[in-house]
């Protein structure tokens, strides 16, 4: 989507598609700055206080802050996703790609930090994890203990016959800690 001018009709268009997508949805690079602009203007036009400009103005945030809180809501979600899977989200403006990659980063932090805590061997040393990027069923693992379901993005210790062979399906990658 190209640079647009801000209208309201732009504005109510942008409010429904986030409303109707569980994804981000294409907004033009300068959104937050053109809105803000607009609403200046708007509020220069209204400066006569009357009534018909004000509710144009109240309303006009009311659907911005809605965007805002949707498209918040979204980049936290895919934050999440991207620390588990490292898939990155589409159609972030640059706003919301540093808040993203803020939270995104504070997410792998935590995960890498507490993950490893809980996956310490007895030696003293990192055990071999792998994430898994599909769901896989429960299955019988070599040393014939029942394993899984599995989500994509789980993190788990198998046995080495069972984690070669996922491996080798391509149904898993192995998990690691980037210091």
């Not at 937050?32 to 009357?50: A, P, R």
């Not at 898939?87 to 803020?102: A, G, R, T």
């Not at 599909?134 to 040393?143: C, I, K, L, N, R």
């Amino acid at each position: 989507m190209a640079d647009e001018t801000i209208t309201f009709e732009l504005i109510r268009k942008i409010q429904r598609e986030e409303q109707r997508s569980p994804k981000l949805t294409k907004i033009p690079e300068n959104f937050y700055s053109s809105i803000l602009t607009y609403i200046q203007q708007k509020k220069q036009i209204s400066e006569k206080e009357d009534r018909k400009g004000v509710l144009e103005i109240k309303n006009i945030e009311r659907l911005v802050e809605d965007i805002f809180d949707r498209r918040e809501r979204k980049v936290v979600t895919a934050a999440v996703n991207a620390a588990r899977t490292n898939i990155q989200p589409e159609n972030m403006v640059e706003e919301e790609k540093d808040f993203f990659d803020l939270v995104a980063g504070s997410i792998r932090q935590r995960r890498e930090t507490n993950l490893k805590k809980m996956f310490i061997v007895e030696k003293g040393e990192e055990s071999e994890l792998i994430v898994f990027k599909d769901q896989v069923p429960e299955f019988v693992g070599s040393d014939m203990k029942n394993y899984g379901p599995f989500k994509k993005g789980d993190i788990a210790k198998l046995p080495d016959e069972n984690m070669k062979l996922l491996l080798q399906q391509g149904l898993v990658e192995e998990f690691k800690i980037n210091k």
